[in-house]
């Protein structure tokens, strides 16, 4: 699997939007891009995921650059509920599922 | 939340013992997950299972053992207790559609402690 790079951690003011990066330059061309999050203390919650389109549901949006070597999340009005670590990975679509999380960036939403 | 209920949630043992937790769904998804989750790790995968009676091994999954002899039900077994094991144990469950929407549930965990 590519390797993902995020930053370790932001701050967004509530209300507005938050845009978490990450890096995926070795993302190869059957590679999807999936984003979860994991509130303190729950388990990780699957956010969206996408290949080359951008992407977007009732709790985000995913923008992936055209070369795909990076994509960002943008949640359009972020809430304190929203504070949490944000997971970037990048797998082979269709396989086994065992996505191997990283160390992800943990967002801090203020009032 | 996914059908998923994760027992017990807290569990305290010592050091040798035996120690067994349950991940219980009632998705009927044929893919099952042991992670475990320590400061500076992240998720680590230790098991999963793609149907009943058929396991295979994660990345950390030395001292562990697993077993799925009902769909339903995905047990994950430290047979001897290490206090190198202490962590939060995650279970997660997914379909197995082969499509690349193949988002993986998660429980609430277990918190595990081995003094």
């Known amino acids: 699997d590519a390797k993902t790079t995020q930053p370790t951690s932001m701050d967004c003011a509530e209300g507005r939007a938050a845009n978490l990066p990450c890096n995926h330059s070795?993302?190869?061309?059957?590679?999807?891009v999936y984003w979860y999050r994991q509130i303190h203390s729950q388990g990780p919650q699957y956010i969206i995921h996408g290949l080359k389109n951008n992407e977007t549901n009732e709790m985000a949006s995913l923008i992936i650059t055209e070369d795909r070597k990076s994509s960002t999340l943008i949640l359009p009005h972020a809430t304190l509920r929203d504070t949490a670590v944000y997971y970037c990975i990048v797998r082979v679509g269709g396989s086994q599922g065992n996505l191997i999380f990283g160390k992800g960036t943990k967002l801090s939403v203020k009032p | 939340d996914a059908g998923i209920t994760q027992s017990p949630r807290h569990k305290v043992t010592e050091t040798g013992t035996p120690v067994t937790l349950r991940c219980h769904q009632t998705e009927n998804h044929r893919y099952m997950y042991w992670y475990r989750q320590d400061p500076g790790h992240g998720l680590r995968l230790i098991h999963y299972s793609y149907g009943v009676k058929d396991t295979d091994k994660g990345e950390v999954s030395d001292g562990y053992s697993v077993s799925r002899s009902k769909t339903e039900d995905f047990l994950l077994t430290l047979e001897s207790a290490t206090s190198s094991q202490t962590s939060v144990y995650f279970c997660?469950?997914?379909?197995?559609?082969?499509?690349?929407?193949?988002?993986?549930?998660f429980g609430n965990g277990t918190r595990l402690t081995v003094t």
């Open positions: 070795t993302i190869s061309g059957n590679e999807y």
């Open positions: 997660a469950i997914s379909e197995s559609s082969g499509l690349p929407g193949l988002a993986l549930h």
